[in-house]
């Protein structure tokens, strides 16, 4: 039942538009295989071939070390009301980070979130879609703006130091390729 493109078509763009999560999926060579849930419109398909989607502070950075190491990645998107469909991506992805020059353009074009931390691009060599029959139906009530709240009350020096302790190593060991100082991080 899956099937495969070489690029997202109109009709793929339409369906990811309309999902509020999707998930990523990387992995180093060795060490553990990460899956992260991510919403808050944090998403956009830039063409055909390629899509960014905007980071926040979390309670790791397992993306970002992952890609330091092994540049693939695959985004999940799953038909939670209406037909049932999963649509992935894959592709390589490099990240993009706040002290870069692409930064501002790209960060542009998303609502500003309190604590944006990267912004990574992937660039897709496959499109597969699959049957999502055992998708369960589910109601969206409504977006959480938990993480938000809690990034508004830090200070720029309690994110810096909450990023040194959390974000700088993947839950292996590796390296995020944040800056190794609080203060380099807030730069």
């Excluded at 944090?42 to 960014?52: A, E, Q, T």
């Excluded at 009530?141 to 709240?149: D, F, P, S, V």
Aim: with cysteine.
């Amino acid at each position: 039942m899956a099937k495969q493109f070489a690029a997202i078509s109109p009709e793929h763009q339409a369906f990811i538009e309309r999902q509020p999560i999707f998930f990523v999926g990387t992995a180093a060579a060795a060490g553990r295989v990460n899956v992260s849930p991510k919403g808050m419109d944090s998403l956009r398909v830039l063409g055909p071939n390629r899509v960014m989607w905007l980071n926040v502070t979390g309670s790791g950075n397992e993306t970002a070390a992952h890609l330091l190491q092994l540049p693939r990645m695959t985004l999940m998107f799953c038909a939670f009301e209406g037909a049932p469909l999963i649509l992935r991506l894959y592709g390589a992805a490099r990240m993009i980070q706040p002290d870069q020059a692409e930064w501002v353009d790209l960060y542009a074009q998303f609502p500003p979130l309190p604590a944006a931390r990267q912004i990574y691009l992937l660039d897709i060599d496959l499109v597969q879609t699959s049957c999502g029959m055992a998708v369960p139906l589910m109601d969206l009530r409504e977006g959480r703006e938990n993480l938000n709240e809690v990034h508004r009350k830090l200070s720029d020096e309690q994110l810096g130091d909450y990023r040194q302790r959390k974000n700088a190593q993947s839950i292996d060991g590796f390296s995020t390729g944040l800056p190794e100082s609080a203060e380099a991080l807030l730069s």
